[in-house]
């Protein structure tokens, strides 16, 4: 493992000594390289879509102008390459809010079978576009846990339209609830929400880096599909503001699942 000291030297006057002390700056030194490189991607993922709107602007305002077949053409990739500017704004900010949250416990009572049915019921139109159906089976339940409402709408919205872009063509999602006593990760009362998709899954060498902002199992894949690469960074930073864990499984051409897995506190009486 690369370790960064920073070395400083003092000289005791008389005594003809040097004092050499060493600390270990590896964390800080990290965390700059990170910052750095998270502004060289944002950087390069706002100018793709932009060089493309500059060059439809100059090819609209000269050779194009009169040619009406052509300009509502390129009228809509300008509208799709906008969108992908907006949508990627949207999620930075989004980052950038969860990120700022993450320390603040959440102290709300609320009803995860809620949460899963707004998600279920706004994500709806888009997995009948998508020719999939969305299977619930977390009964009728409620499944109180303390927590943002509004954070983990966010994340099962983000898993589950994951599985209808990912997993789609015509095959099911599941979406599966249940409550333990003992969690065995969490050593303690928990809530599991699990979405299953049955399309081509996630080679496993992705995986453990499938939460890091930008990254990309699939990069053509998701660019295609909109993706701004970064839904899965904001679902981690609101799992570890619940701490709570995401587990996820894939086996090549079965699908993908993704586990949430939400402590319960004891002070949530479940007469919610
Ligand atoms: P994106 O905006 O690219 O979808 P995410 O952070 O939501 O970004 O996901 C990161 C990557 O994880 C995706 O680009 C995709 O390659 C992979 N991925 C996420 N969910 C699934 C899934 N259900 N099936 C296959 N791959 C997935």
Not at 43 to 54: D, G, I
Not at 202 to 225: G, Q
Not at 232 to 259: M, P, W, Y
């Amino acid at each position: 493992k690369d370790v960064t000291f920073d070395v400083t030297l003092r000289p005791v006057a008389g005594a003809g000594l040097l004092i050499v002390s060493f600390q270990d700056i590896t964390h800080q030194a990290q965390a700059g390289q990170m910052r750095r490189d998270f502004v060289a991607n944002v950087s390069h993922e706002l100018r793709t879509p932009l060089t493309s709107l500059m060059g439809f602007i100059e090819t609209l305002s000269g050779p194009a102008r009169d040619d009406a077949a052509a300009r509502d053409r390129f009228l809509q990739i300008m509208q799709t390459e906008a969108g992908r500017m907006n949508r990627l704004v949207g999620d930075l900010l989004s980052l950038s809010r969860v990120e700022a949250e993450e320390r603040v416990r959440p102290t709300r009572q609320i009803n995860l079978a809620e949460v899963l049915q707004t998600a279920l019921r706004n994500l709806n139109p888009l997995a009948v576009e998508a020719g999939v159906t969305l299977r619930p089976d977390f009964g009728c339940d409620p499944l109180p846990i303390l927590g943002d409402a509004d954070q983990l709408l966010q994340v099962f919205t983000n898993l589950i339209e994951n599985a209808i872009k990912y997993g789609g063509d015509d095959r099911p999602v599941d979406i599966t609830g249940e409550l333990s006593l003992r969690d065995p990760m969490l050593r303690g009362p928990s809530v599991r929400i699990t979405v299953t998709d049955h399309g081509p899954g996630i080679p496993a060498h992705h995986i453990p880096r499938l939460t890091e902002r930008f990254y990309r199992a699939d990069s053509h894949r998701s660019r295609a599909l909109g993706g701004t690469g970064l839904g899965l960074a904001i679902v981690k930073h609101i799992l570890n503001r619940h701490r709570g864990r995401l587990r996820i499984t894939s086996e090549e051409g079965q699908g993908a699942s993704f586990c949430v897995i939400l402590p319960r506190d004891v002070v949530v009486s479940d007469a919610l």
